[in-house]
T-cell receptor
C-alpha cells in the first residue's frame, strides 16, 4: 500500500545552519508533494509543495527537491532561525490522489 | 481565501457522553472533507473521508459507529464522538479540498482538542 517514510525524527541545528529533511514514498504514480509546518497546538501550515514535473522549487529560505527515480523528496531550510523550530511533515497523495498520506514528522530545534 | 474553521477549539467531556465537532469551509465549497486525529508527538492519522450527500469512507481500524460523520452541505461536515472514553482524548483536525480547483492542496481547520475525563 501507500507509504511515506520521513527522516530524521528529530533534528537539532545551530541558528544560521541549514536543515534537511528527507521523505521517501512508495507509489510511483504520486505527483504532488507538499511540506507542512506545525507548531504546538496549531494546524499544519503548507510551506511549500512541488509537482512531479519539476525537480526543484524555492521560496526564499525554503526549497524542496524531488527525485522521482529514487522516489524521494527533501525539504531544505537555509539560514535557520529560532522561529523555524516546529514539527515538519511531508505528505503525498495516495493512488488516485484522493487521500493524503503523511510522514511521521520531524521535530526541528533551532538553537540560538 | 480557502479558510476552514472548526468548532469548538477545545472541549472537555465526561466518559460515556458524546461530543460533536463542526468543520466549515468559509469561502469555498468542499465536496470532500477529511477528518484526522493526532496524538501527542505523533503524525496526523486519517480517520475518514467525508463526502457531501453520501456516507463517509472510514479508514481501516476506525469504528464508524463510534465516530459518526455527517456532511450535510457543501460547507459543513460534523464529527460526533459517541460514548467517549479517555483513550479518545486527542487533537482532531479537519481539512477540505476545493475540488473545483486543479490542485491537491488541502486547507486545514485549526483543530479541536478533546479531553475525556
Amino acid at each position: 500500500g501507500e507509504n511515506v517514510e520521513q527522516h530524521p525524527s528529530t533534528l537539532s541545528v545551530q541558528e544560521g545552519d541549514s536543515a534537511v529533511i528527507k521523505c521517501t514514498y512508495s507509489d510511483s504514480a504520486s505527483n504532488y508533494f507538499p511540506w507542512y509546518k506545525q507548531e504546538l497546538g496549531k494546524r499544519p501550515q503548507l510551506i511549500i509543495d512541488i509537482r512531479s514535473n519539476v525537480g526543484e522549487k524555492k521560496d526564499q529560505r525554503i526549497a524542496v527537491t524531488l527525485n522521482k527515480t529514487a522516489k524521494h523528496f527533501s525539504l531544505h531550510i537555509t539560514e535557520t532561525q529560532p522561529e523555524d523550530s516546529a514539527v515538519y511533515f511531508c505528505a503525498s497523495p495516495n493512488t488516485g490522489g484522493f487521500k493524503t498520506i503523511f510522514g511521521a514528522g520531524t521535530r526541528l530545534f533551532v538553537k540560538a | 481565501g480557502a479558510v476552514v474553521s472548526q468548532h469548538p477549539s477545545w472541549v472537555i467531556c465526561k466518559s460515556g457522553t458524546s461530543v460533536k465537532i463542526e468543520c466549515r469551509s468559509l469561502d469555498f465549497q468542499a465536496t470532500t472533507m477529511f477528518w484526522y486525529r493526532q496524538f501527542p508527538k505523533q503524525s496526523l492519522m486519517l480517520m475518514a473521508t467525508s463526502n457531501e450527500g453520501s456516507k463517509a469512507t472510514y479508514e481501516q481500524g476506525v469504528e464508524k459507529d463510534k465516530f459518526l460523520i455527517n456532511h450535510a452541505s457543501l460547507t459543513l461536515s460534523t464529527l460526533t464522538v459517541t460514548s467517549a472514553h479517555p483513550e479518545d482524548s486527542s487533537f482532531y483536525i479537519c481539512s477540505a479540498r476545493d475540488m473545483t480547483r486543479p490542485t491537491y492542496e488541502q486547507y486545514f481547520g485549526p483543530g479541536t482538542r478533546l479531553t475525556v475525563t
